[in-house]
């Protein structure tokens, strides 16, 4: 177990602050299962594109921690952005996921794609965990509704073999954003979690954890120029704001071709990766 500065600071309910809304409040489908299997039921047959493009570039980073001969665990594999690609380097893939649909989905996929050495199993990681050990355990993004995260993070820590891997991807903000903010002065909804709440939780924990960040870019692409100004002006919390303003700030972002609408988000991702400790959950 690693112990460097010990920090007079509870990581743990950073986080749980970190999931309520600019109100305080904790959404529904942070405590409620129901609702968020309806909102997974909802989501999986509108996802029109099979993967994101910006996924791309953290799966080959990934790819690099597994063997052709490992059992690989992934946790809450959604649909499916790292999960194909890993079935298809590794001996197995197990799946551990909270919502049947997102399970009855990649169960459809994996078949047709013929990865039949993936299995999957339906349960919260933080409070079920199969009982084997695995060469890789990863999970990239699956983490927002995780409030036993301390637990969450010891039973992957717990279930590897060799590595622990844990996928985020982090600001910085859509840029017009924080324009709107500096120049206007509105409240504006920012993130309020980001991957460094999880590296100085597995720090507290005794985990000497690796990070590499990643340079991503993802286009949104609009078909109207209300939708345009509805999906980016929608994070200004001011009731009463110039909108005019706004939109001549959000516009310098916005490039026009084919009769649409792009806007260019550059951001990141971090991976965390450690080897496992011998610790448990403290009291």
């Known amino acids: 177990m690693y112990h460097g500065v010990r920090f007079d600071m509870n990581f743990k309910q950073l986080w749980l602050e970190g999931m309520k809304d600019w109100n305080g409040n904790l959404p529904e489908r942070m405590s409620d299962d129901a609702k968020e299997e309806a909102f997974w039921e909802g989501f999986i047959p509108k996802k029109t594109d099979a993967l994101d493009d910006y996924a791309a570039d953290i799966r080959q980073e990934l790819l690099?921690?597994?063997?052709p001969t490992?059992?690989?665990l992934e946790i809450g594999p959604g649909w499916g952005n790292y999960t194909f690609a890993a079935a298809d380097?590794?001996?197995s893939l197990t799946c551990v996921d909270s919502s049947r649909s997102v399970i009855h989905h990649l169960q459809k996929e994996t078949?047709?794609?013929g990865l039949e050495h993936t299995r999957f199993i339906h349960a919260k990681w933080e409070e079920s965990v199969p009982n084997e050990r695995f060469d890789v355990v990863f999970g990239i993004n699956c983490y927002y509704r995780m409030q036993e995260i301390d637990r969450a993070l010891i039973n992957m820590n717990n279930a590897s073999k060799r590595w622990a891997i844990i996928g985020l991807t982090t600001g910085p903000e859509k840029p017009h954003l924080w324009e709107i903010h500096r120049k206007?002065?509105?409240k504006v909804k920012f993130q309020r979690r980001d991957y460094i709440y999880l590296t100085n939780l597995l720090y507290e924990l005794g985990i000497d954890v690796n990070c590499k960040m990643l340079n991503l870019e993802r286009t949104y692409r609009y078909d109207s120029e209300e939708q345009l100004l509805k999906d980016n002006l929608a994070p200004i919390l001011d009731a009463d704001y110039d909108r005019k303003a706004a939109e001549k700030i959000l516009k310098h972002f916005v490039t026009e071709e084919n009769g649409g609408f792009l806007y260019r988000h550059r951001f990141k991702a971090a991976l965390l990766y450690w080897k496992?400790?011998?610790i448990n959950l403290k009291e």
């Open 64 to 67: 690099q921690f597994i063997e």
């Open 70 to 72: 490992d059992h690989v």
């Open 184 to 186: 206007l002065g509105y």
């Open 89 to 91: 380097k590794a001996s």
């Open 276 to 278: 496992p400790e011998p």
């Open 111 to 113: 078949k047709r794609l």
